[in-house]
């Protein structure tokens, strides 16, 4: 069959397995995998072959500068460049509205920036600051355009005051086929921790651990999981950082409760004591850094299953304004880049360790993100009918991070002179080559805005 591309000899890896074939692409699509065909050739031998893996959890938008006029480096050029060059091809961006602002306009204020600014395909998660009724009576609608999700957070000084109608939100949510994400961390713990510190003078960031407790993960954990049971709805717990809070959702998995885990690789990768470094403060996310038997756990739960997937949390600040020494324990810009360098990394320190198998990385970075965000199959995965975002690998190449490759305009990164073994070295997305040895080489504006069907089960 005549191909618009073939990708020759490569061994694809997908969650379910691995195997060697050509992959025939026309148009957008992988239309054949395996058997005679023609075309132009990417040659792939020697080279691993994965599906695009989906970040679901990326912040490259604000909607209003804050006070004090220092706002998240990036915006959807930034950040897909350097998602694109780190093997991810769709980007899931939090969409935090404005004040009164109905989550339908939050949503297209935002889809049109990502229309003109993208070039990996692109999803957005409404962010709720106030369950009012009228936003609860948007969800059904929202889900029907194609946004199967919510978002809230449990550390907000608001969250306890409109408790109920989060947890009304959670229930129209799951109604509707959609999944709800929560940020779990308990509003009033970190307020007295963060309010003894400052009476103690102990604000330095090097204390940040303390102003925010593992128990604070804990209790909100239980929380979500609470409402998952009473509801039935599935929530997601993002960014979950403690061994306590990962056993509150096994424990609940093993009820029966639709409860889904997310981790990103800061908590994979570094512990508490890095706060005490002289630039400690660039480590600062929420939750903090926590204990090795933490890191322990997560690596575990990753390979046992019941953390299902691994997202960046990208926060990009750019390094003087993370350590800005006007910052403390109650005054925070928390987050940092990650998109270029999560997938190194996990294949790096997670796969070559042995930790986890290569087929585990792709379920938790692609697979199991494409099912519960509605993307799957057409994303995800290699196979025919899907979309061609497939990322060419070199595992044997080694480079060491360094600040000045970063792409994101947060132009460092916190892993700077680690050595990493495993790059990507082409990208492409729906049949497009995007990145190529180390360049970007398509424009703002190809990305997508991608519908969404409803959240999947794992
Ligand atoms: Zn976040």
Redesign the pocket.
């Known amino acids: 069959m005549d191909m618009d591309l073939v990708i020759r000899g490569g061994e694809i890896v997908n969650a379910d397995g691995r195997f060697s074939a050509d992959i025939g692409i026309r148009g957008e699509k992988i239309v054949q995998i395996g058997g005679e065909m023609r075309g132009p050739e990417i040659d792939a031998r020697g080279r691993t072959v994965l599906p695009g893996a989906i970040d679901a ?1 990326v ?1 490259l938008t604000m909607p209003q500068v804050p006070e004090d006029g220092v706002a998240w480096a990036d915006d959807f050029t930034s950040g897909s460049e350097a998602a694109l060059a780190g093997g991810i091809t769709t980007i899931g961006n ?1 969409t935090f509205l404005l004040p009164d602002e109905s989550m339908f306009a939050g949503l297209e204020r935002e889809a049109a920036l990502a229309r003109v600014e993208a070039i990996a395909d692109v999803i957005l998660h409404p962010v709720i600051g106030d369950p009012r009724q009228a936003i609860i009576d948007e969800i059904p609608e929202i889900v029907a355009a194609g946004h199967s999700d919510i978002k809230f957070f449990m550390s907000t000084p608001t969250f306890d005051r409109n408790a109920t109608g989060y947890l009304k939100a959670t229930a129209e949510a799951g109604k509707n086929g959609a999944l709800t994400l929560i ?1 779990c961390e308990d509003y009033p713990i970190i307020e007295q921790s963060i309010e003894r510190l400052l009476a103690e003078g102990r604000e330095s960031l090097r204390n940040y651990p303390e102003s925010r407790p593992i128990i604070s993960e804990v209790v909100a954990t239980q929380r979500a999981v609470a409402f998952a049971e009473y509801t039935g709805a599935p929530v997601y717990i ?2 979950l950082s403690s061994r306590r809070a990962m056993e509150v959702c096994q424990e609940a998995q093993a009820r029966g409760a639709p409860v889904y885990v997310e981790t990103r690789p800061l908590y994979l990768h570094l512990t508490s004591e890095r706060f005490l470094e002289d630039d400690g403060a660039k480590y600062v996310g929420q939750p903090p850094l926590r204990e090795p038997e933490d890191v322990e756990a997560l690596w575990a739960a990753v390979a046992n299953g019941s953390l299902h997937t691994i997202c960046t ?1 990208h ?1 990009p600040w750019k390094l003087v304004h993370k350590l800005d020494p006007a910052l403390h324990v109650g005054n925070l810009r928390p ?1 940092m880049e990650n998109l270029q360098t999560m997938l190194p990394m996990l294949y790096s320190l997670g796969v070559r360790t042995g930790k986890i198998t290569l087929e585990r990385m792709v379920q938790a970075t692609a697979t199991n993100v494409a099912k519960l965000f509605g993307l799957y199959p057409r994303k995800g995965t290699i196979a025919v009918g899907s979309d061609a975002d497939i990322v060419i690998w070199d595992l044997k190449e080694t480079r060491t991070i360094r600040d000045e490759d970063v792409l994101s305009r947060a132009g460092h990164s916190i892993y700077n002179g680690w050595e990493i073994t495993g790059w990507p070295i082409t990208t492409l997305r729906r049949g497009q080559v995007v990145y190529d040895n180390r360049r970007i080489v398509a424009k703002p504006g190809s990305g997508k805005l991608l519908p969404r069907g409803l959240t999947q089960a794992l």
């Open positions: 959890h912040h939090m940020h993002v960014h949390d926060a987050g």
